[in-house]
């Protein structure tokens, strides 16, 4: 331990605050003032920790009559945008690695390139026309535009890393290809199913821009329920919070707990996706 | 007895292989029937390269509904004359040729590219900084990791309303903070000329962890041999970030201001909820125009060519990075000759 390292010592755990600190505080700002009563959301000095913890501010989150619908609503959207998305999504990422398709990605490519927006006004006029939109039905076909291409994208850069070996071995020895893929390479892909899965899951459950346009009273789900309390209740900052923590609190405990499948396929989606 | 049913269950094992074989064989003729093959059942002895086209099949027709047909309805729409309500009129490119006239539009385009400019390279300075210190070696990294990427994951309206909380001129903790170093208080998205760095700075704060995931993989793949003879040559710390691990990144450098540039030109979350383009029209980016023009006026004609103008616009910015990337790397070889 000489000098000069314990100053880089220094320097890095320094650093590493500074680059951090943007991120801890931010969010334990949220969680302060999801906390407060409105007299300490609303002084001058701010007050970081108060005396007295606002626990009501989540009680009347859960107590508002609808909450629980626009929760559950965002549970069934991102639940069955997931389940099918993973559905067809996982055979097509296996089909298209094996027959080393790399120009069907082209479509994934697309797909991530164009807003969000632009799918909304074709079918948001079918969905009319079909004369679905006071359902979940629209929400969760138009999350799959967000859920179907992430997890194909993940699923063929696995299946492009398993060994063809085996599968060789199973179709010689007279499996189906379906056989094959059901006994052979998805338990090895297991990992990359995880990966999909939650990202999926991620950036369904956060989707916004589909829900303002689609849903109804009573078809909110959760991110479009805080941006309309946003309009209507301005000034109480404590409850207005609280929801802000609640909507996002579950994707934060993902983040937190599976960080190592996160970081791992957004670095492949991502490497791949330029 | 115990003969019995020793038989009984070899016959049992008999008739579920034979059973099993036989479901085989079906699924493999419906397979090759559905992949459009010959259709005559191959002899289960001979070997053929298997067909995967019935895996894909299902995810083609979804995506044929919920991206290809999206796509092809909206260029035909883009040639008529629709508001929600009435008649449908085909106009040609009447809704094309609108676009140069409508004010709105151009100065949305405008607040689109200063946008798109300043949350490119900021997020690409500060993700390339974080890299280089995630990828030294410290105590509980990966769950300092983890905390750093939590902006990017977090839900986008609700970390919008704690910004617009923190943007607020007299309540803020922003306003609070700046007079704490001495500096004046500012209006920040109630401000025409702050509105647009008042958002980049919330999309820097979200998006930097995306880079510098990147970069980290980057440096990842970097060998330890040019650092150790840049320390033998005695080489400071910014010599060796400058002349060795810049040059050796670079590439993932260009893939992150690439994904950078998609995302920030459809940034529509953020703004809408912090804004909705205002104040007046100062931060209208197209993604917000295109809202407002079909879901608010529903003229979805012109909605559609909005659409249309603006993906073209993300894929030509592309193109010019791309384009870029060649220079860069042609110049540096060059430089490496000379």
């Known amino acids: 331990m000489n000098p000069r390292h314990i100053f880089g010592r220094i320097g890095l755990w320094l650093s590493v605050f500074v680059i951090v600190s943007p991120a801890i505080l931010f969010f334990l700002w949220m969680a302060s003032l999801s906390l407060k009563f409105e ?12 005396e007295h913890f606002a626990w ?10 609808r909450f629980l619908t626009y929760f559950s609503n965002s549970l069934v959207v991102t639940g069955c945008a997931t389940g099918l998305a993973m559905l067809v999504g996982v055979p097509a990422g296996y089909g298209i690695a094996r027959m080393a398709a790399h120009k069907s990605a082209i479509v994934i490519l697309i797909a991530r390139i164009t807003p969000g927006l632009s799918y909304l006004i074709p079918l948001f006029l079918l969905f009319q026309w079909l004369g679905l939109l006071g359902t979940l039905v629209p929400q969760i076909i138009i999350h799959l535009v967000v859920t179907v291409p992430i997890v194909i994208w993940i699923m063929i850069g696995y299946f492009e890393t398993t060994p063809l070996e085996l599968e060789e071995a199973a179709l010689i020895d007279g499996a189906t290809r379906w056989q094959v893929f059901r006994h052979v390479a998805l338990p090895i892909a297991r990992p990359g199913l995880a990966v999909a899965f939650i990202l999926a899951v991620i950036f369904s459950w956060n989707n ?17 329920a805080v941006y309309n309390m946003i309009s209507f209740d301005q000034l109480s900052w404590g409850p207005l919070a609280a929801a802000a923590l609640i909507v996002t609190a579950p994707v934060l405990l993902l983040t937190v707990l599976a960080q190592r499948q996160i970081v791992a396929g957004l670095t492949a989606g991502a490497v791949k996706g330029g | 007895m115990s003969v019995v049913t020793q038989a009984s269950s070899a016959a049992d094992k008999a008739f579920s292989s034979e059973v099993g074989t036989g479901s085989r064989e079906e699924n493999a003729s419906k397979q090759d029937s559905r992949a459009g093959g010959s259709g005559d059942v191959a002899p289960a002895r001979e070997w053929r390269p298997p067909s995967y086209w019935p895996f894909v099949i299902p995810a083609l027709v979804v995506v044929l509904a919920v991206i290809v047909f999206p796509w092809v309805f909206t260029i035909w729409m883009s040639m008529q004359e629709w508001k929600v309500g ?23 385009v405008g607040h689109t590219l200063s946008y798109t400019a300043l949350s490119v390279v900021l997020p690409l300075v500060f993700g390339t900084l974080a890299a280089v210190v995630f990828h030294q070696k410290f105590a509980a990294r990966g769950f300092l990791r983890g905390i750093f990427i939590m902006p990017m994951m977090a839900t986008p309206v609700a970390i919008a309303l704690v910004w617009t909380m923190m943007f607020h001129p007299q309540l803020g903790v922003l306003n609070y903070l700046l007079s704490l170093v001495g500096l004046p208080p500012q209006l920040w998205v109630f ?33 330890t041999e040019p650092y150790e ?4 040559d005695g080489a400071n710390f910014w010599q060796v970030f400058r002349f060795i691990t810049l040059p050796l990144i670079m590439p993932f450098l260009f893939i992150a201001g690439m994904i950078r540039m998609i995302d920030a030109v459809k940034s529509f979350d953020i703004i809408f909820a912090i804004t909705q383009g205002g104040p007046g029209s100062a931060s209208e980016t197209i ?6 023009v079909a879901f608010v006026y529903y003229d ?26 060649k220079r860069l790397l042609w110049t540096s070889e060059l430089g490496d000759a000379a």
């Open chain 2, 229 to 232: 003879s840049a320390q033998i």
């Open chain 2, 86 to 108: 009435s008649p449908t009129v085909f106009v040609g490119l009447a809704n094309y040729l609108r676009l140069p006239t409508d004010p709105r539009f151009v100065e949305a």
């Open chain 1, 39 to 50: 007299i300490n959301n609303a002084s001058y000095p701010p007050v970081f920790i108060p």
């Open chain 1, 208 to 224: 916004f821009v589909f829900g303002i346009v689609l849903a109804g009273r009573e078809t909110r789900t959760l991110p479009v």
């Open chain 2, 287 to 292: 993604n917000v125009y295109l809202y407002s």
């Open chain 2, 300 to 325: 979805l004609g012109y909605g559609s060519a909005i659409a249309v103008v603006f993906f073209l616009l993300i894929v030509a910015l592309a193109a010019l990075l791309l384009y870029l990337r």
């Open chain 2, 191 to 223: 401000n025409p000329t702050t509105v647009i760095p008042s958002l980049v700075l919330v999309e820097t704060w979200q998006w930097t962890p995306l880079v510098m995931l990147i970069v980290l993989g980057g440096l990842a793949a970097i060998p």
């Open chain 1, 56 to 65: 009501k501010n989540y009680a009347d989150v859960f107590a508002s009559n």
